[in-house]
């Protein structure tokens, strides 16, 4: 789970809070589920990981922490359909012998990069910011790290140089294609330097680029500039439709607010399972597994 975290990967911890025997899950047991679906664990047997793995992509969407019961009985409105509450939803999984399970499921998701390249007042506030927001706000010196392999859930890249290296940064981030992208100069200072990048980007490319940066709030010193931007920054993270542009583009990180998964129903058991390639296992309702 460290490696997963140092690495910006977003994933699901899934701890087993609740079994009612005879379940092969046992209180305390846990699994990891990755944005690809991957089960790094144990939470139960075929059947129970199918419907663990269907809940928890969607809790790495959402970003909300869910209560998972498992249970071969009925559902409370009798149709057999997932019945969703508040922090929690309860399914019918037939494959399972008689035994309930309970699983809580903690999507996480890596907190947002913010790379500040400068080292004006501006910047330094920016950085300062970062441990109240439980960003990873970060500063760099130079293009080389905005080329393609941008830092996996970058979000934001702000230039605050004052005119140094700006060109390079702007073009490098653009073309890495960071979500947000703010450049902290006046109107007019702003506007000539994007003029200045018209043999280089597109006018829709340079109509990315946020100058003067931050949200109008009046700000005068470092800290209320450098405050005005991460809330523009903040409105850019919790955006719920990000551009098309920024999904294709979006790093391991980001991966996670993209994954919408695909269900289908087992032929065999009727339950409802993420579709996969050729090779999937199913089972039938005694736990023998076909492929």
Known sequence: MAELTGRHVPFVKATVVRARRPSSARPGDTALVLADGRIEGFVGGVCAEATVRVQALRTLRS????????????TADGTGEPVVEEGAVSVRN??????????????????????VFGESPVARALLAFGPTL?????????????????????????????????ERVLMAAVRAGVPYIGLVASPRRGAAVLAGL????????????????????????????????????????????????????????EAAEAVVPVTVVDPVCGMEVVAAEAGTPFSDALGSVFK
Do not use: K, M, N
């Open 134 to 166: 439980g960003y990873a706000i970060t500063s760099v010196s130079g293009a080389d790290v905005l080329g393609a392999q941008t830092p996996a859930g970058t979000r934001a890249v702000v230039i605050a140089s004052h005119g140094r290296g700006e």
């Open 94 to 115: 037939p494959c399972l012998s008689g035994g309930e399970l309970e699983i809580f499921l903690e999507p996480l998701r890596p907190a947002p990069r913010v790379v």
């Open 198 to 253: 018209a043999h280089e980007l597109d006018e829709e490319q340079r109509a990315r680029v946020r100058t003067p940066a931050g949200l109008w709030i009046g700000a005068r010193t470092p800290g209320e500039i450098a405050l005005s931007i991460l809330a523009e920054v903040v409105r850019e993270v919790r955006s719920p439709s990000p551009p098309a542009e920024v999904a294709e583009a979006a790093a391991t990180a």
């Open 63 to 74: 970003g909300e922490s869910l209560l998972l019961r498992i249970s071969p009985r009925e």
